[in-house]
């Protein structure tokens, strides 16, 4: 009967986690492929699932920032899909490897050719941006999502701090610290090749932590197999009593 009721009360307990997380797997979200780092170039993947059990989703609207612009926004031909890039001027210039630009992609439209996505699945929309301002954590991209039933949500709403996610957030991209250039491991890998010695005792240093390493595992392996053998006498002991008893 506890059994039965510790199964109940678990079930209980995983519909519940699964209705209280449903929600945050159905907003438009935005992650990088990769690492999307400060003062670099990456892949963003736009994700869209269907919330509707009766339309299609047929029409992606995504809304660059305009407080931090990209001077380069490449979208991924995508079958089933026109693509529509619109830019806009700059209130300030912003400099892309020397060459002030004054204009920046500001939207993306991603419009159904076809049935577009349908009831019970999502789809990912990538685009190549950069390069990704060094000045700030995360970009924020409102969204605007259409089905075929003319609906619309505007996923446009922005988390504000210390109060709980809105009912429509916006796509959030977070961004990770700048990378080093490759000169770094040029250089130490230049460094390692010059100097033999350091190569040396580099390898001997890995050597005696892998005989180390081998070494506990296989008292390890021993102390275990003692325990296993003591507990098999004891075993045995204790079945020999009860066959003397009997």
Request: hydrophobic residues 40%.
């Given at each position: 009967m506890?059994a039965?009721?510790?199964?109940?009360a678990g079930a209980?307990?995983a519909s519940a986690?699964v209705?209280?997380?449903?929600p945050?797997?159905?907003?438009?979200?935005?992650?990088p492929e990769?690492?999307?780092?400060?003062g670099?170039?990456?892949v963003?993947?736009f994700?869209?699932?269907n919330?509707?059990?009766n339309a299609?989703?047929t029409?992606l609207?995504?809304?660059?920032p305009t407080?931090?612009p990209?001077?380069?926004?490449?979208?991924e031909?995508m079958a089933?899909w026109d693509i529509?890039?619109?830019?806009?001027?700059l209130?300030?210039?912003?400099?892309?490897?020397g060459e002030q630009?004054?204009?920046a992609?500001t939207?993306v439209?991603?419009?159904a050719t076809?049935?577009?996505i349908?009831p019970?699945y999502?789809?990912k929309?990538p685009?190549?941006v950069?390069?990704l301002?060094?000045?700030?954590?995360?970009?924020?991209f409102?969204a605007?999502?259409?089905?075929?039933n003319k609906e619309v949500?505007?996923?446009?709403e922005?988390?504000?701090k210390?109060?709980?996610?809105?009912e429509t957030?916006?796509?959030?991209?977070?961004l990770?610290?700048?990378?080093?250039?490759?000169?770094?491991?040029?250089s130490d890998?230049e460094?390692a090749s010059d100097?033999?010695?350091s190569?040396?005792?580099?390898?001997?240093?890995?050597?005696?932590?892998?005989?180390d390493?081998?070494?506990t595992?296989?008292r390890?392996l021993?102390?275990?197999?003692?325990?296993v053998?003591l507990?098999g006498?004891?075993?045995?002991v204790?079945?020999?009593?009860?066959r003397?008893?009997a």
């Amino acid at each position: 009967m506890k059994a039965s009721r510790l199964a109940v009360a678990g079930a209980i307990a995983a519909s519940a986690v699964v209705v209280l997380s449903s929600p945050a797997f159905a907003h438009v979200t935005v992650q990088p492929e990769g690492a999307a780092a400060k003062g670099g170039y990456a892949v963003v993947d736009f994700k869209v699932p269907n919330e509707r059990d009766n339309a299609s989703t047929t029409k992606l609207e995504v809304n660059f920032p305009t407080d931090h612009p990209l001077a380069s926004v490449m979208p991924e031909p995508m079958a089933g899909w026109d693509i529509k890039v619109t830019k806009s001027k700059l209130d300030k210039p912003i400099d892309n490897h020397g060459e002030q630009l004054t204009e920046a992609v500001t939207k993306v439209t991603w419009t159904a050719t076809g049935k577009g996505i349908e009831p019970g699945y999502f789809e990912k929309f990538p685009v190549s941006v950069g390069a990704l301002p060094e000045d700030a954590d995360q970009l924020v991209f409102k969204a605007i999502q259409t089905y075929s039933n003319k609906e619309v949500v505007r996923w446009i709403e922005e988390q504000q701090k210390g109060q709980e996610e809105p009912e429509t957030p916006a796509p959030v991209l977070t961004l990770s610290a700048a990378e080093d250039g490759h000169s770094h491991g040029s250089s130490d890998t230049e460094k390692a090749s010059d100097d033999p010695a350091s190569d040396a005792e580099a390898a001997s240093a890995d050597t005696a932590a892998s005989a180390d390493s081998s070494d506990t595992t296989a008292r390890v392996l021993g102390v275990v197999g003692i325990v296993v053998g003591l507990v098999g006498v004891a075993y045995g002991v204790l079945a020999g009593r009860r066959r003397t008893s009997a």
